[in-house]
Structure formats: structure tokens, C-alpha cells
């Protein structure tokens, strides 16, 4: 039996587990460092005086970051493994983040939060695809989604950093926390192992059998003697044009359009959102519980994705919590009285993330492991050229007089065309063992 016939036959176990929880930590230390911007802002707008436009600015130039981040580390993680970009990314965003608190005026500001994206952006594709490659095939689904899961624990940090610690010390604080994740480096040195499907694919076949053999005495399975696998030269990656070539043309095509509209459509609501309830009259700290309440939804959004996934299917499971998250957007702009407007707000963001869940089991099983990491970094940079997008446009269109109810009719509109894109067009991968050429 080859290697990667084991993998994708393997049980679940502690090694799937503690793999999880260290990629898990990381995304939480993102989510957290994305969240606790979106509660700064109405406080930096106040301190600095700062327009629509120029809030919108401090809002998108982490999605610039971002995008170019996630381009280069999904190059880099085909050449240089997975395991190797994760740690180097963490730390990129973690000094970047702990610097912002001391940024003396908005320009400073900028900068480091450009720097700070660049890290962002590049772990996300690493972590996803990383995990992806050791995941069973009936198993990856779930998964995938429990690792975008700590996306919540993530902006429930950011939440609770912003009830207790800003209005009691202010922004500059609460941006040394994004610091943090320096201090579990060496957890991720010790423990974070290479994906065995990178190391054949570049020429390392003894690293890779020790590392499934790890995983197979902690499953409780016996030894089995290495077969020949298929295996790539030492160092062949992939392209740009390896993602449009007639076979995954129609894939990246679709991935792109439905990554676009969804992470325009998140950063456009929730980035404003704090700053929006504000102006409609709620004080921040109402604003804080508000945006509490909406972060503890999306856990349960995660749990529905996962038990939906795998039996659903991908592209069943996504088009629909893309819809249902369009229909309570629309309403939750409607809604009048705090009943409504808390329900329809927790609901858009249950499916919201339940779909983000989705989507990043999605984009590494469409792509082979030559260039799987950079098919998931440049699906993932063309979503923050969205989301970069949305916070600029939100404040242009509110100095033109917008309000909320067409701002979230518009988020609506593109949940809903995307969902249709994919349904449509999109490519089934439930239960698809991972291509490796």
C-alpha cells in the first residue's frame, strides 16, 4: 500500500488532533488581530479625526497586505514547506501587530498594518493547506472546517480585549496583545511537523514515511513497509499558468469569483460594523456586547458546516449558507427594535462563517500537490483584493449619503450572485482523495 493510500485510509488521532490545535492557535491569533481593528476604529476615527476615507484606508491596507502576503507564502510553502512559512508568517504579524500600538499618527499606522496583513495573509493558505494534506479524505472536510472554527475563538478574544481592556486603557493596548503569538514559537518548532505529501513531492521519501509512521503508531495500526509512490523531482512547483491550464480553468475561475464576494462581503459588514452601530446611536460599550453576541454565533455556524460538509458535499453546503447569510444581511438592515436587529445579526454571521468554513476545505482539494499551496494563496489573495475594496467603497458610499439598509442590500446582492456562480459552475470534491500531479 503507498503512502498516500495510508494517509487518506488513516483514522482520525492525536497526531490529527494536536495538529489541529497547533494550526487552530494560529488562526485564532489572526482572527483576534482582525477583530480587535474593527474595534479600534471608531476610537482612532474620534482621536485623530479622521474622515470616512481615511478610516476606510486604515481598514483595507491589512487586505492589500494580505492579498501580496498570501501570493508570496503560497509560492514560498510549495518550494520551502509548509511547516517553515507558518512559523515565519506568525511572527511577521505578531511584531507588526505589537508595533501598532505605538504608531504615532495615521501614516506610521498604515504601514504597520500593511506589514501586519503580509503575515496574515500568508499563514491562512499555509495553515489551510497543511492540514488539508494530512487530513483522511471522508474525514478532511469536517476537519478543515474546525481549523477555520478558531476564526470565532479568535474575534471572541478580540471581544472580550475590547469590553475590558480598551475602555479601561485604552486602543494602544489591545494591540500589544497581537503580540502574543510570539511566545508559541517554540511550541510550533517543536511540534509542527511537514506535510509527508510536500516532502515526496520534493525528493524527501524517508522523511515522509517516518512522519506517516508516526502517525500510524499513535493510531494504534500496524507498521507497513513503504511502497513505491508516485513522487515529483526535488523542488517542482507550479505556476500562475498552472492554474489556468483547460483542467482547472473553470475551478480557479469560479474559486476566485465566489472568494471575491465573500470576503468583500465579510470585511464590508463586520470592519464597519462597530462604527456603524455607533452611528445609529448605540454607546461602544453596547456596540462591544453587540459584536459579542454575533462572534458567539459563529461557532455553531462552524459546527453546522462541519457535520454538513462531508455529507452534503462542498458546493451544496457553501451555495447555501451563501444564500441564507444574503437573505438575513438583507433583513437584518430592515430590522427595527434590538430583538431583530441582535437576531438577524447573529443569523448573518452563523452562516457567514459557517461558509468560510467551507470554502477553505474547498480550495486546496480542487488543486495537486505541486502547486496546491499557491492555487489556495492566490484563491485567498483575490478574496482580500475584495475585502480591500469593501471597507474604501463603505466609506466612500457613506460620504455620498448611503445608509445602512442599502450598504447591506448591496453586501446581499453579491452573496447571492456568488452562490449562484457556484452552484452553477462550481466542481463537487466531497470524498476525492487529493491529486498529487
Known sequence: MDIFK???????????????????????FDAMDTGLVSFVMPLIAKEWRLTSQELGWIGSVGLLGMAIGAIIAGWAADRLGRRKLFMITLVVYSLATAACAFAPDKSVLL??????????????????????????AAQRGKLVVLLESFWALGWLGASLAAYFIIPAYGWPRAFLIGGLPLFYLGLLWRYLPESPRYLFANGRAKEAEQLVRQMEKEAGLPAVALAA??????????TLADLWQSRFFRS??????????????????????????????YPIVKTFEFMLVLTLAQIPGYAAAALLVDRLGRKGTLASFLACCAFCAWLFSRAEGGTAIWWWGAMMSFFNLGAWGVIYTYTPEVYPTRFRALG???????GRCGGMLAPISVGWLLGFGWNMEGLFFLFAAVLMLIAFVLYLWGRETKGEVLAEE
Not at 485510509?9 to 492525536?14: D, G, K, Q, Y
Not at 496583513?117 to 494534506?133: D, F, K, N, R
Not at 489556495?376 to 483575490?382: E, S
Request: glycine letters at 14%; aromatic letters at 16%; hydrophobic letters at 55%.
Open 6 to 28: 495510508r494517509m487518506e485510509e488513516m483514522p482520525l488521532s492525536r497526531f490529527h488532533w494536536r495538529l489541529l490545535l497547533l494550526t487552530g492557535f494560529g488562526w485564532l
Open 252 to 281: 480557479t475561475l469560479v474559486l476566485w469569483v465566489v472568494w471575491f464576494g465573500l470576503v468583500f462581503s465579510y470585511y464590508g459588514i463586520f470592519t464597519w460594523l462597530p462604527t456603524l452601530m455607533v452611528q445609529k446611536g
Open 111 to 136: 504601514v504597520l498594518r500593511f506589514l501586519t496583513g503580509v503575515g496574515l495573509g500568508g499563514q491562512l493558505p499555509v495553515a489551510v493547506t497543511l492540514v488539508s494534506e494530512y487530513a483522511p
Open 376 to 382: 489556495a494563496g492566490w484563491a485567498g489573495a483575490i
Open 229 to 238: 509512490s508516485p513522487q515529483g523531482a526535488a523542488n517542482s512547483v507550479g
